[in-house]
T-cell receptor
Framework: SQTIHQWPATLVQPVGSPLSLECTVEGTSNPNLYWYRQAAGRGLQLLFY??????ISSEVPQNLSASRPQDRQFILSSKKLLLSDSGFYLC???????????FGSGTRLTVV | KNEVEQSPQNLTAQEGEFITINCSYS?????LHWLQQHPGGGIVSLFMLSSGKKKHGRLIATINIQEKHSSLHITASHPRDSAVYICAVVFGNEKLTFGTGTRLTIIP
């Protein structure tokens, strides 16, 4: 079965510090992977998606970037965090019509 | 425009009550997910539906394709069911679109 490992679960970072959130998948190859963010009081919004190694598409302009260095690894980064980057970040794996999407457990980021 | 709406936004109930959370969407879909977000933030996938009804323990999810509507039911609710419940939809071959969630609080 397909699984996603996402870490850390919670993170508190000062403004201006860098960020790296990692998502790795098991049980599948060449997956479509997604990063979503949930700001306070809002629904999850798509940030980036990747259909393969080195292929990244951005849905909204922002202070963040994403990379896909390996087939089963998807990384969300920032060089300098802003207060507005606080929120809940979720990695997702697009599955089959039978199994649907698989979700990481999420990371709650607080920028202080 | 592809939209997902959930209702109610907030729901408080007594332990043991039957709970219904609703999700409506604007156009045809290929799949619908129900997710549970714990107070600490972690996401758990509850169901994926494309038609009919699914049941897992005290949770039941239904979908009516013609009416573009899905419901999540919780029988014999318990305080540990307190969480945010999120509906997420795949419109055709597009990516997931999430509802804003329903915050459920079950009082002992």
């Amino acid at each position: 079965s397909q699984t996603i490992h996402q870490w850390p679960a919670t993170l508190v970072q000062p403004v201006g510090s860098p960020l790296s959130l990692e998502c790795t998948v098991e049980g599948t190859s060449n997956p479509n992977l997604y990063w979503y963010r949930q700001a306070a009081g809002r629904g999850l919004q798509l940030l980036f998606y990747s259909v393969g190694i080195g292929q990244i598409s951005s849905e909204v302009p922002q202070n963040l970037s994403a990379s896909r260095p390996q087939d089963r690894q998807f990384i969300l980064s920032s060089k300098k965090l802003l207060l507005s980057d606080s929120g809940f970040y979720l990695c997702a794996l697009e599955g089959t019509k039978v199994y649907g999407y698989t979700f990481g457990s999420g990371t709650r980021l607080t920028v202080v | 425009k592809n939209e997902v709406e959930q209702s109610p936004q907030n729901l408080t109930a007594q332990e043991g009550e039957f709970i219904t959370i609703n999700c409506s969407y604007s156009v045809g879909i290929s799949a619908l997910h129900w997710l549970q977000q714990h107070p600490g933030g972690g996401i758990v996938s509850l169901f994926m539906l494309s038609s009919g009804k699914k049941k897992h323990g005290r949770l039941i999810a239904t979908i009516n394709i013609q009416e573009k509507h899905s419901s999540l039911h919780i029988t014999a609710s318990h305080p540990r069911d307190s969480a945010v419940y999120i509906c997420a939809v795949v419109f055709g071959n597009e990516k997931l679109t999430f509802g804003t969630g329903t915050r459920l609080t079950i009082i002992p």
